[in-house]
């Protein structure tokens, strides 16, 4: 577990595909092995789900109905802020897909 009174950076993924979302996961906890920083997650979220129920003839068969799905995969992580890997994670590219939002501060 990571100390509180230490500079902590909170990293949230997102993306639609949960394979996309484990590579990049993989691609954080392999430069925070490389940086030797401390680290804990990855946590996964609740997924977020959306549908949406649509008529499939605008005229006749009311009850002829189509309906789509879209689900947001999210995971945490706390990792140790040092200089070197802010660095690190700036010049790594994620994957094409994957939203990273990464905020100062732990908020534990």
Do not use: C
């Not at 009174?5 to 490389?34: G, Y």
């Not at 002829?64 to 890997?85: C, D, G, M, N």
């Amino acid at each position: 577990m990571i100390d509180k009174k230490e500079n902590i950076i909170r990293i949230i993924l997102k993306a639609f595909d949960h394979a996309v979302l484990d590579s990049a996961v993989d691609h954080v906890i392999r430069i925070s092995k490389q940086e030797r920083v401390k680290f804990s997650g990855p946590i996964p979220l609740p997924t977020q789900r959306t549908i949406w129920t649509v008529n499939r003839s605008p005229h006749i068969d009311k009850e002829s109905r189509e309906q789509f799905e879209r689900k947001i995969h999210k995971r945490l992580f706390y990792v140790h802020a040092t200089p070197s890997f802010i660095d690190a994670i700036g010049r790594h590219n994620l994957a094409s897909g994957v939203e990273a939002k990464i905020s100062l501060g732990g908020g534990r």
